[in-house]
Nanobody, 128 residues
Framework: QVQLVESGGGSVQAGGTLTLSCTTSGERVVAMAWFRQAPQKELQGVSCMHFSDGTTFYSDSVKGRFTISRDSDKNTVYLQMSDLKPEDTATYFC???????????????????????WGQGIRVAVSS
C-alpha cells in the first residue's frame, strides 16, 4: 500500500506563488500525478511525472506556470504554482498507483477509481 500526505496550499492573491508537497510512504511508486477539483466541477488532471526518466506533463491550463519536481531522498513530489489565477482555485490532490500508469492519460483526466492512492486533498484559493 501507498500512503500520501499533502502539505502546502492556502490563500494567495492573483499572480502569487504557492508550492504543494506530497510525501509518500509504503510501496515504491514510479509516477505521481496532481489533480484538482473546483466546486461543482469534475476532477481535472494538472501535472504528472514519470520517475524513471523525469518526464513531466502539464495540462494546457497550467503549462508554463506550474512545475512538478521530486526529491527522491525525501520521497516527496512538489507542485510549484506560479502566476496563480482565480480559476486555479480548487482542492488539489496528489495521486499514484501501485502499478505504473501513463501520465499522458492522467493529464487528460481520470476517475478516482483508476488510481489506488490519493492524498487527502489540500485547498488552494486565489483571489483577484
Amino acid at each position: 500500500q501507498v500512503q500520501l500526505v499533502e502539505s502546502g496550499g492556502g490563500s494567495v492573491q492573483a499572480g502569487g506563488t504557492l508550492t504543494l508537497s506530497c510525501t509518500t510512504s509504503g510501496e515504491r511508486v514510479v509516477a505521481m500525478a496532481w489533480f484538482r477539483q473546483a466546486p461543482q466541477k469534475e476532477l481535472q488532471g494538472v501535472s504528472c511525472m514519470h520517475f524513471s526518466d523525469g518526464t513531466t506533463f502539464y495540462s494546457d491550463s497550467v503549462k508554463g506556470r506550474f512545475t512538478i519536481s521530486r526529491d527522491s531522498d525525501k520521497n516527496t513530489v512538489y507542485l510549484q504554482m506560479s502566476d496563480l489565477k482565480p480559476e486555479d482555485t480548487a482542492t488539489y490532490f496528489c495521486a499514484t498507483d501501485s502499478s505504473p500508469f501513463p501520465c499522458q492519460v492522467a493529464i487528460r483526466g481520470l476517475p478516482r477509481a483508476a488510481l489506488n492512492a490519493w492524498g487527502q486533498g489540500i485547498r488552494v484559493a486565489v483571489s483577484s
